[in-house]
Nanobody, 124 residues
Framework: DVQLVESGGGSVQAGGSLRLSCGAS????????VGWLRQAPGKEREGVAA???????SYADSVKGRFTVSRDNANNTVNLMMNNLAPEDTAMYYC???????????????????WGQGTQVTVS
């Protein structure tokens, strides 16, 4: 079974940067869509960024130009570099993965199959 573990969360001042990492075990990881999602208190969970096995990435409008997602298949890791953070970025951030492509997941509206426990990001 695939297990995902996030790391790199913390507290930062507005305008600062953080890098989140998602480590994975399991044979599907290299063929999977990997996404980062976040949920703030009292708000619905929202997609932040996603990256396919071919390296093609997509971003929510709210983070375009500030966040960059990248994957290192050799080390089974996906990173989310977050720059110019703002208080509205405060949330629990989750890594999620699925064996089908990001494009197909979006077309079908299917949820990710595997999830991490989340890492808290607080921007003040």
């Amino acid at each position: 079974d695939v297990q995902l573990v996030e790391s790199g969360g913390g507290s930062v001042q507005a305008g600062g940067s953080l890098r989140l990492s998602c480590g994975a075990s399991g044979s599907i990881y290299g063929d999977a869509c990997v996404g980062w999602l976040r949920q703030a208190p009292g708000k619905e969970r929202e997609g932040v960024a996603a990256i396919d096995s071919d390296g093609i990435a997509s971003y929510a409008d709210s983070v375009k130009g500030r966040f960059t997602v990248s994957r290192d298949n050799a080390n089974n890791t996906v990173n989310l570099m977050m720059n110019n953070l703002a208080p509205e970025d405060t949330a629990m951030y989750y890594c999620a993965a699925d064996p089908i492509s990001c494009r197909r997941l979006q077309e079908t509206g299917s949820p990710f199959a595997h999830w991490g426990q989340g890492t808290q990001v607080t921007v003040s």
